[in-house]
């Protein structure tokens, strides 16, 4: 076992040897640069006591022999093993026999020149001297310092560097607490950003999720709506169909039709039949058009009828009496004009008047302004009249003038309603009291005007009348 070992632990060493021997020329070279300096302090080899150590390859054997270069004691077999010839006269000068170890020893007191103790600084040498020195430091007048003043001007730099030293570890502490804080300061405001991302994720997650479901509800109306129209549509397509067949199914029954002369004679008086009774039906469906009238301010004699109620009410504000127009000009189709009777007092008075009728449209400012009622068509509360040049003498003459008076005497009174019936196509006027036919007569002008008559010289209330 201890032979195995002892072979394993020389292999060991070889091996670190020969590592160590690939370079030796390079390790001369420094050794001599150093020699050579002379501002570094000198090694000195003194011989040492004698001394037994052992081989540092085999451990077992006394060493015979020390190679600086190598830095290991040998005996003598690891010697020749280890210094072959090539490395025997490369390693020649190194190595030394036993009991002389080489050893270096500095005197830091000592003069490396003169061996006398330093005892002054030159500054332009940059090292310290002793008495000898200082004359030929003198004859090239050097600056020289004693050793007092040398160790003040040096614990003075060392006191600046000190001092530039605390300060900059007062910055650094500084810098550092100053980091530190900003540093919890980051932490801080990467929590905060980091909380306000999370919440703001979770809030868009959120919105995300709510707008999914809205459009996914939103698709699924439309898919509702899509199919509801998409049927309907089909519905209507078959209704069109069926539609489509019974007139085809209509289409083969007439040609069939047509082939009969006789079908042929009917269908044709049938069709003359509707069509004669379509004709006597919009005949009979012909319904009279209530006129949308209105007084006319400016149609408005001496302005002594007022007007009110959108011009719809007029009244006589005088004690004598007003005639005033309607807005409305009728040439054309049939017309109704229904006039309530708001106030009418003393009716048996004959002094008291509403006459109602129509005028010829041209003569209408010359009936206002002169009060001319040539072609006049009117309702008296006693009778009916027309025209004015044509007195009662051409009445018992030739019966034209004014038309016959109604056989009964006609009062009006409060609430009665008055209608005036216009068919401008035939130009006929008549005249009806609360739905009861009063008579009328044709040749109207080809335009009229509907106009209303008040005078009340009795009674405390005056005439007043209303379109309805």
Request: with cysteine; glycine share 2%; charged share 35%.
């Amino acid at each position: 076992m201890n032979k195995s070992r002892s072979s394993q632990k020389k292999k060991k060493t070889n091996k670190r040897l020969k590592a160590k021997h690939e370079k030796p020329k390079k390790i001369k070279k420094k050794k001599k640069q150093k020699s050579q300096d002379p501002k570094t302090l000198r090694a000195i080899r003194i011989p040492v006591e004698p001394q037994i150590s052992q081989c540092m390859v085999c451990e077992e054997k006394k060493a015979d022999f020390y190679c600086t270069e190598c830095k290991v004691h040998y005996c003598q077999n690891c010697e020749s093993e280890v210094h072959t010839s090539f490395w025997k006269k490369k390693h020649k000068e190194f190595i030394f026999q036993e009991p002389y170890f080489p050893q270096e020893k500095i005197n830091s007191n000592l003069c490396d020149k003169h061996n006398k103790e330093l005892c002054l600084y030159c500054k332009d040498e940059n090292e310290l001297i002793c008495g000898d020195c200082y004359d030929t430091c003198r004859k090239n007048n050097h600056s020289i310092l004693g050793l007092d003043e040398y160790s003040n001007e040096i614990s003075q730099k060392i006191k600046i560097i000190l001092n530039k030293i605390q300060k900059a570890e007062i910055q650094s502490n500084e810098t550092i607490q100053k980091s530190l804080e900003l540093k919890n300061k980051f932490k801080i405001e990467i929590k905060k950003l980091s909380n306000f991302i999370e919440n703001q994720s979770d809030l868009l997650i959120q919105k995300i999720q709510k707008s999914k479901i809205n459009h996914l509800n939103l698709l699924l109306k439309v898919e509702i709506i899509s199919n509801t129209k998409f049927t309907k549509i089909i519905n209507k397509n078959e209704a069109k169909q069926e539609e489509i067949k019974e007139t085809k199914t209509q289409i083969k029954i007439l040609k069939k039709l047509k082939k009969d002369n006789k079908t042929i004679k009917l269908i044709r008086e049938s069709k003359e039949i509707i069509e004669k009774d379509s004709e006597e039906r919009e005949k009979e469906e012909i319904l009279i058009q209530r006129s949308k009238e209105e007084f006319d301010p400016k149609m408005n004699l001496q302005n002594r009828i007022k007007l009110k109620n959108e011009n719809k009410t007029a009244w006589n504000s005088s004690e004598d009496w007003g005639l005033i127009c309607g807005k409305k000009i009728y040439s054309r189709g049939k017309h109704e004009i229904k006039i309530k009777i708001d106030q009418f007092p003393n009716t048996k008075n004959k002094a008291n008047l509403i006459c109602l009728g129509v005028i010829k449209t041209e003569n209408m400012e010359n009936f206002i302004e002169n009060d001319d009622p040539e072609k006049t068509y009117y309702f008296k509360n006693f009778w009916l009249r027309r025209g004015k040049n044509e007195s009662y003498k051409e009445k018992k003459e030739n019966g034209k003038g004014i038309l016959e008076p109604y056989p009964e005497e006609i009062n009006l009174k409060k609430n009665d309603i008055f209608t005036i019936l216009l068919d401008m196509d035939q130009k006929k006027i008549s005249f009806k009291l609360n739905e009861k036919e009063l008579g009328g007569w044709g040749n109207l002008p080809e335009k009229v005007n509907f106009f209303a008559y008040l005078k009340c010289l009795e009674g405390k209330e005056k005439n007043q009348i209303t379109i309805i």
